[in-house]
């Protein structure tokens, strides 16, 4: 019988954590054998409310889950501040991790990946499990060939941290791979109001709108002349990304370096 992957979930009662425990528990080749929250240390996962059935021990310290325990996999869907943290606590251990939280930057992701390889661990940082928004990036970075006046309009519910949103940024960056830097609109512009024309990634500028009600969307709009092209993603649930997850999981344990963005894995 194949061995089950034992998988760590971080942030289990979040938006993305709840659906992930729920992944994890109900695939079969997966087994949960603990979560890390920031609170309810010591407690059984099932006590907590939401969770009834789903027999997990709580850790608020994840280095002492990995010392007591045998992980495969740390799931961490946390916030920006602690990401980098856990992927460090992670391969010290032997851990591979797979990271659905955003806020790494270029140098964290270079960086982790020499640690990555230096211990011969798999993982991946994915700023967007959805798969149609997967697509959605590689044909922008395909429109963006023919058609290099770009702007990024992304939008979240209002509970999010970090602007712009990841998704964003790597479209943004895989743009650029085709894209020679370019100023877009009115070489004399101004903006009346600071931030009017959003954030500039090498010329390309991205908007962020926060509201209730939303939950993950991005629109990619180019113009030529006389046409305009829009490719737009929509998660309207958290279950959207989770066939991600499941296939980062399973592909972290066959490689030995750090994949950041899940479109190097669906070819
Ligand atoms: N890659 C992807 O497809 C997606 C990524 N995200 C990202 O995932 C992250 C989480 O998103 P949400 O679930 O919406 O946030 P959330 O705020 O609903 O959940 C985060 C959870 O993490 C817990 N947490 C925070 N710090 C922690 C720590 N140090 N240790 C353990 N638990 C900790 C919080 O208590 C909370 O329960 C964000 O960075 C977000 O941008 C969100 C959706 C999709
Ligand atoms: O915070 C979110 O919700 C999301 N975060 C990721 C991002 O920043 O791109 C992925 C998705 O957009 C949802």
Redesign the pocket.
């Given at each position: 019988m194949m061995n089950k992957v034992k998988i760590v979930v971080a942030g289990p009662r979040g938006?993305?954590g709840k659906e992930a425990v729920k992944m994890v528990s109900e695939t079969e080749h997966f087994s949960l054998v603990a979560v890390v929250d920031s609170k309810h240390e010591g407690m059984n996962l099932s006590e907590i409310e939401g969770f009834h059935g789903i027999d997990a021990p709580v850790y608020i310290d994840m280095q002492k889950c990995f010392e007591e325990l045998d992980v495969d996999v740390l799931i961490d869907l946390t916030a920006p501040a602690f990401g980098r943290k856990h992927m460090e606590i992670a391969f010290a251990n032997g851990v591979r991790p797979v990271v659905?939280t955003?806020g790494f930057t270029d140098s964290d992701i270079s960086e982790l990946r020499a640690i990555a390889e230096e211990k011969g661990l798999g993982a991946i940082i994915a700023?967007?499990?959805?798969i149609g928004?997967i697509l959605m990036m590689k044909f922008s970075q395909l429109a963006a060939k023919y058609l290099p006046d770009v702007e990024i309009i992304?939008q979240?519910?209002d509970?999010?941290?970090?602007a712009?949103?990841?998704?964003?940024?790597?479209t943004a960056q895989l743009i650029s791979e085709v894209r020679a830097e370019k100023a877009q609109g009115h070489p004399n512009e101004t903006e009346e109001l600071q931030g009017a024309r959003g954030a500039d990634f090498e010329g390309m500028r991205i908007h962020s709108v926060r509201l209730p009600g939303r939950?993950?969307?991005?629109e990619v709009i180019f113009g030529g002349e006389g046409q305009t092209l829009t490719i737009r993603h929509d998660?309207i649930n958290?279950a959207s990304?989770m066939p991600g997850v499941k296939l980062a999981v399973e592909s972290a344990l066959k490689i030995d370096t750090l994949v950041y963005g899940l479109e190097h894995i669906i070819e």
């Open positions: 938006n993305m659905g955003t700023p967007n499990f959805a928004a992304e979240h519910h509970r999010k941290l970090d712009p949103s990841g998704t964003a940024i790597k939950v993950a969307h991005q998660s958290r990304f």
